[in-house]
């Protein structure tokens, strides 16, 4: 890890979610959510701070608790429209002295520390690319379709009849994992997606991240499964 340089974790918790109320704290196994990735965070060899970002009185009071920096985040950043990006510039300038940048969302607690350390394991400081954890697609895109203007289907890609078999393995991010240099992602409008990033696999159960009331449950189901 000695090519890492200095390393900033970031963990975004805005109070106003709109699928599931107060999620961020809602408890998840006997913990609040967002301890999982604290927890997580805390625990990877490598990392040298721990920020969470919020608005929740609650959730800065935990992060506090448990040894992490409690940034409270300006009133202008916690909007609906508020974007990740800003986010993510808001707290770098507000922790200049790091290199590196690893940002964790709480809505992905079955991300643990061996898959944090890992994905550290893929990324290069010297060569500057971006980690990105990701999760193969099940449905090809080539089987989806749109509504049309008549309100009928059309080919989102349109082919000829296609099995899964012959498609090639696709990937979207599963939100769980994104590390960068900060001097490039700057460089990006702190966008991760601008750059050809390396991808650190995760699986379905891992990746579960949770927007609403049946995401949670899917997720308390896997941890007492695994």
Same mark, same amino acid.
């Given at each position: 890890?000695?090519?890492?340089?200095?390393?900033?974790?970031?963990?975004?918790?805005?109070?106003?979610? @709109?699928?599931?109320?107060?999620?961020?704290?809602? #408890?998840?196994?006997?913990?609040?959510?967002?301890?999982?990735?604290?927890?997580?965070?805390?625990?990877?060899?490598?990392?040298?701070?721990?920020?969470? #970002?919020?608005?929740?009185?609650?959730?800065?009071?935990?992060?506090?608790?448990?040894?992490?920096?409690?940034?409270?985040?300006?009133?202008?950043?916690?909007?609906?429209?508020?974007?990740?990006?800003?986010?993510?510039?808001?707290?770098?300038?507000?922790?200049?002295?790091?290199?590196?940048?690893?940002?964790?969302?709480?809505? #992905?607690?079955?991300?643990?520390?061996?898959?944090?350390?890992?994905?550290?394991?893929?990324?290069?400081?010297?060569?500057?690319?971006?980690?990105?954890?990701?999760?193969?697609?099940?449905?090809?895109?080539?089987?989806?379709?749109?509504?049309?203007?008549?309100?009928?289907?059309? #080919?989102?890609?349109?082919?000829?009849?296609?099995?899964?078999?012959?498609?090639?393995?696709?990937?979207?991010?599963?939100?769980?994992?994104?590390?960068?240099?900060?001097?490039?992602?700057?460089?990006?409008?702190?966008?991760?997606?601008?750059?050809?990033?390396?991808?650190?696999?995760?699986?379905? @159960?891992?990746?579960?991240?949770?927007?609403?009331?049946?995401?949670?449950?899917?997720?308390?189901?896997?941890?007492?499964?695994?």
């Amino acid at each position: 890890m000695s090519d890492m340089a200095k390393v900033l974790a970031v963990i975004p918790a805005r109070a106003g979610s @709109k699928g599931l109320p107060g999620k961020n704290f809602l #408890s998840l196994d006997g913990k609040p959510l967002i301890q999982w990735t604290i927890e997580a965070a805390l625990e990877t060899p490598g990392i040298d701070q721990v920020v969470v #970002s919020s608005d929740d009185e609650l959730v800065l009071e935990l992060a506090q608790s448990l040894g992490v920096i409690a940034y409270k985040r300006p009133a202008e950043l916690c909007g609906d429209f508020s974007q990740a990006s800003e986010v993510i510039a808001d707290v770098v300038s507000a922790f200049p002295n790091y290199q590196t940048l690893i940002y964790l969302q709480p809505t #992905s607690p079955l991300r643990r520390e061996p898959h944090i350390s890992e994905a550290l394991g893929k990324y290069n400081t010297g060569l500057k690319i971006p980690v990105i954890s990701v999760v193969e697609v099940t449905q090809p895109p080539e089987w989806m379709f749109t509504l049309n203007e008549q309100g009928r289907l059309d #080919s989102y890609l349109p082919a000829d009849e296609i099995r899964r078999q012959d498609t090639q393995r696709k990937f979207i991010p599963n939100g769980a994992i994104y590390i960068a240099h900060i001097d490039s992602l700057k460089n990006d409008g702190f966008v991760f997606s601008k750059s050809n990033s390396l991808p650190f696999v995760m699986d379905s @159960k891992t990746s579960v991240d949770i927007d609403d009331k049946f995401d949670f449950e899917l997720a308390e189901w896997i941890m007492k499964k695994l």
